[in-house]
């Protein structure tokens, strides 16, 4: 876990990017997985609430489909009022282009922006101030726990070599990066058509340093079934 703030306060430099426009497939559900109901509210939802009461953020962006800008906007102000701006942006067919559009929202006043997944909606006020403090001094710092099991590599279903675990960490969101850094990053992944799976990837294939920050389990993504039935035994404990 990240060092803690006793005092935490909103900070108009520190904006918060939510990636909420991904497909539900795997969840097989029919609506987008961060609108899928999570104790009878969306997911992103409960991750926006993560959101306003770590006291950090002055605004919120989170990329939604089209079809679902509506349906955030009325959610958000069914719950006025909250204490950061929310503004909804229409995501793109992939995460990273949903992240682009959002980063193109933001204003100068931002500095640090952090990127989190909608559907990591159990994320503290500790790991986002981390991730903050480690922007403001490397550029970059991404949530992450090391990787605990014995790792394999495989050609089809045969072992063909076991790999050293030692110094792998598996990644997480919050990503928290200095605006200009991740903007530039961004722009010269679309010039080049280079497609990853994070942010932070982007700002190291265009030469930043990245900082790891302790993540925590319980900061779990939903994915599939299984993790919505866990998610729902958590809120309930």
């Known amino acids: 876990m990240g060092a803690r703030f006793l005092s935490p306060t909103m900070d108009v430099t520190v904006s918060v990017v939510i ?26 939802m409960h991750t ?4 306003a009461g770590a006291c950090l953020f002055a ?3 989170v990329a939604v489909p089209e079809t679902h800008v509506e349906q955030l906007r009325e959610l958000v102000a069914a719950q006025a009022p909250w204490p950061l701006k929310v503004e909804a942006v229409i995501g793109g067919e992939e995460r990273q282009e949903s992240v ?26 500790d790991l986002f101030f981390a991730c903050v403090k480690g922007a403001r001094r490397c550029g970059a710092a991404v949530a992450a726990v090391p990787v605990r099991d014995t790792l394999k590599r495989t050609t089809g279903d045969v072992v063909i070599s076991t790999v050293e675990r030692q110094g792998l960490w598996m990644v997480q969101t919050p990503q928290a ?14 010039e080049t058509g ?9 700002v190291e294939r265009a030469g ?3 900082q790891v920050v302790r993540g925590q389990l319980q900061n779990i993504k939903i994915t599939e079934p299984a993790d919505l039935h866990y998610a729902e035994r958590l809120l309930t404990v």
């Open 48 to 51: 926006m609430r993560c959101c």
């Open 177 to 190: 990066f200095r605006l200009p850094l991740l903007r530039e990053a961004h722009s010269r992944a679309a």
């Open 59 to 61: 605004r919120a962006v």
């Open 100 to 125: 682009r559009r959002s980063l193109m929202a933001l204003g100068e006043e931002c500095e640090i922006v952090v990127v989190h997944d909608a559907v990591r909606p159990f994320v503290s006020p």
């Open 194 to 202: 280079y497609r990853a799976t994070d942010d932070a990837a982007l």
């Open 208 to 210: 930043g340093v990245v």
């Open 19 to 44: 990636a909420a426009a991904g497909r539900g497939e795997r969840l097989g559900s029919a609506v987008p997985k961060a609108f899928v109901s999570l104790a009878g509210e969306p997911i992103v």
